[in-house]
């Protein structure tokens, strides 16, 4: 289950990776995308990889995001042909942290800001709520009707 606590307590960090970083009372969106920048600049700078074009970086964070999600199935025992073991939510959650990281810093190196992913999102999820209820203007999510009593299908 998610947490849906909208905590407003002000978050303090004694870290020196955070220093500049206003945690108080923002948005934690507008956080996390400050917090990946300030991450993949240093990374860029630290890598020598300030060079990079944006379709290059966006390579090379899908790959990442690739083995990240790798590592996500495996921890959710996706090999039906061996026991499953107990899954390790706190694994779990670190994975998904961890394809967040990258996530964030494709919509960050294409330009897209924490407003825009919102936006986009909302008017996303509006059309993937008209697709499953056959209201959708896009081909190929109508509701089909159900097959006559004795159709056989």
């Known amino acids: ?3 849906k606590t909208n905590d407003k307590t002000p978050f303090t960090v004694d870290n020196a990776f955070f220093e500049g970083v206003d945690f108080s009372g923002r948005d934690k969106l507008d956080i996390i995308f400050e917090m990946q920048e300030k991450f993949d ?3 860029m700078k630290n890598r020598g990889l300030e060079g990079l074009t944006m379709e290059e970086w966006l390579q090379r964070q899908t790959l990442a995001m690739l083995s990240e999600l790798a590592e996500l199935i495996a921890e959710v025992n996706f090999k039906w042909w061996k026991n499953p073991r107990p899954v390790d939510t706190d ?3 670190e994975e998904l942290v961890d394809i967040l990281h990258f996530f964030v810093g494709m919509c960050n190196r294409s330009g897209m800001g924490s407003d825009e992913l919102f936006a986009r999102y909302i008017k996303k999820n509006e059309e993937n709520f008209k697709r499953q209820y056959g209201t959708s203007a896009r081909h190929g999510y109508e509701i089909a009707s ?3 009593p ?4």
């Open 91 to 93: 694994n779990v959650r």
């Open 41 to 43: 600049t240093d990374v």
């Open 146 to 148: 159900a097959p006559a």
């Open 1 to 3: 289950m998610s947490d």
């Open 150 to 153: 004795g159709d056989g299908k």
